[in-house]
């Protein structure tokens, strides 16, 4: 995730000034913001997942946040390490996979990308950025979600989805490339617009492993929060703009049929800050709908951002219901 507590200032997924907005009994600062219910046709059809194993995951992540570190934007050498695991991966899950490289500050980054299904010209995106903060492994930001990606890859190398689906691993998305034009889902979804692509969605995986069912293990930057959702950070979110409230509701009735596995969803303007502290928020930018799955990162993890971010704190079995669900959210969107 983008955004640093460094700065000193308590951020999240909202932020707000003057006056007060009810809206389906939620009352916030300055804006109107709302959960999104999932409508009864989503997901499209029910759907079984494969079974994603949660050591699997676990061997990712610690591989990824034990060996290939620093991943940060002052180390080049080991992002470039992280994108050849991550070519080998897709590639063994049966992607067609390419890099898409570039430069910034004088050195060499690159986003690795792997297409499955058809080569149709219109596609579906699912992202996760494989840098890491300076100063932090990166476990849960953002290890979690590139082993996330890489075992929906294999879902989707055993089961080709109907239409284009390109997982991407994007580079640079931590500060001080974050919102600048060197961040790499930034190249990506503008070399996409460029070309006239259409997409049908994105979907960002940020930060999907650390969860608590402590009372008051969640955090929120506005207090009015708290009247409608969890105290406990037991759950996985969708958030997204207002605009996308119907890519929220597919999404986040995907994750809700995965027994087990909490999930809350949050609509709201772009103004708000934290709504777009990752990769989603480039292609909102592009003008393409987008979304964010993410375990809230600094508003539940005391190790954001820090050295504390480790491969064990994690928390692998729900991580696993969450790739599954995004699986069934891929299906859902993909047959629509």
Known sequence: MGKSRKSGRRIGWLAATVGLVGLGGLAVVGYGVGRVSPSPESPARPCTPGRV??????????????????????????????????VEALTRAGGRVR??????GG?????????????????????????????APGADDNASGVAGLLELAARLGARPPPMRVELVGFTLEEPPHFREATQGSKVYARSLREQGVKVRAMISLESLGYYSDAPDSQSYPVAALKWRYPSQGHFIAVVGRTEDQALIATVHGALRAERGLASESLAA???LEGVDFSDHASFWDEGYPAVMVTDTALFRNPGY??????WDRLDYERMAR?????????EALATR
Request: overall charge negative; hydrophobic content about 30%.
């Open 269 to 271: 303007p772009r103004g």
């Open 305 to 310: 951002h820090t050295s504390e971010d480790t």
């Open 322 to 330: 969450v790739v599954q669900g995004v699986q069934c959210a891929v």
């Open 107 to 135: 050195k060499h980054y690159r986003n690795v990308i792997a297409t499955f299904g058809p080569e149709s010209e219109e596609r579906l995106v699912i992202g996760a950025h494989y840098d890491a903060a300076e100063g």
């Open 99 to 104: 890099s898409e490289p570039y430069t910034a």
């Open 53 to 86: 194993e949660p050591e699997r995951l676990r061997a990712h992540v610690r591989t990824l946040s034990e060996t290939f570190v620093p991943r940060d934007h002052r180390h080049p050498e080991n992002l470039e390490r992280t994108a050849d695991y991550l």
